[in-house]
């Protein structure tokens, strides 16, 4: 028999409350499985436009506890209950895809964790519908989803609160700043691609002044693609060494 919203929702209040029996974790383990015929036809979609999509089919009892006692919010009201994630290369291709891909599932909701990110998180989230079931899809950028991996990492290992902004100061500074050295870069890669627009919007005027301004453009377009590179590789860098950082302090401490 399909779990109605009441059902759903009262078994909510029980998860928030810790006042389980069997009975409610099976009902639980019934509603998440619920999301599988709508989770895969999403990710079958994703596939036709060429990505490889990862990610979980249903988010995990733990997970689902701690964000309603974290948030208010009702169990039915969860629109990432089932989910993916999709990884671009840079903030270009993030633009490009994530309109291409909300097309594809009318009603589409685009929540942009970019200008206003969670904790430091930064990505693109596309709620979509399908068989009345939202699925929640993940659009991450190289940078972006490095950022999260340490941020998970680091709550995985140390402190699970750390990706909701607890933890020791120390994490909370190291991720605020890394976060910001994204959004640094993310400004340039917008500035870069700014330029490479003017430079092809007006690379066929003839005019001896519209040449200058145009080799005067080119070379300030050569540094900032440098500077670009050099703010990625930095960035990437200090991501990496947390990574290492945290598979290492998971070593010592097993």
Known sequence: MPISKTQI???GDRLKS???TESDLRLLDDYRRSFGEAYEAVVEKIVRRGQAPT???AKSTLSI????RRESIRLSQMQDIA???VIVADIAEQEDYVP?????FPGAVIIDRRDKPSHGYRAIHVIVEMSDKPIEIQVRTLLQHGWAEVSEKASDIIDPTIKYGGGSSLWQKFLEASSKSIAAFE???KSYSKRLALLKQYSHDPTKEMLKVLERSKLETEQLRTDLVRSRNETQSLLTRAISHLDELKRTTQ
């Open 65 to 68: 506890v701690d964000k309603l």
């Open 18 to 20: 810790g006042d389980l």
């Open 83 to 85: 989910g993916c994630r």
């Open 100 to 104: 291409a891909l909300a097309a594809d």
């Open 187 to 189: 400004a340039l890669e």
């Open 55 to 57: 990610g979980r089919l």
């Open 9 to 11: 929702d009262r078994l």
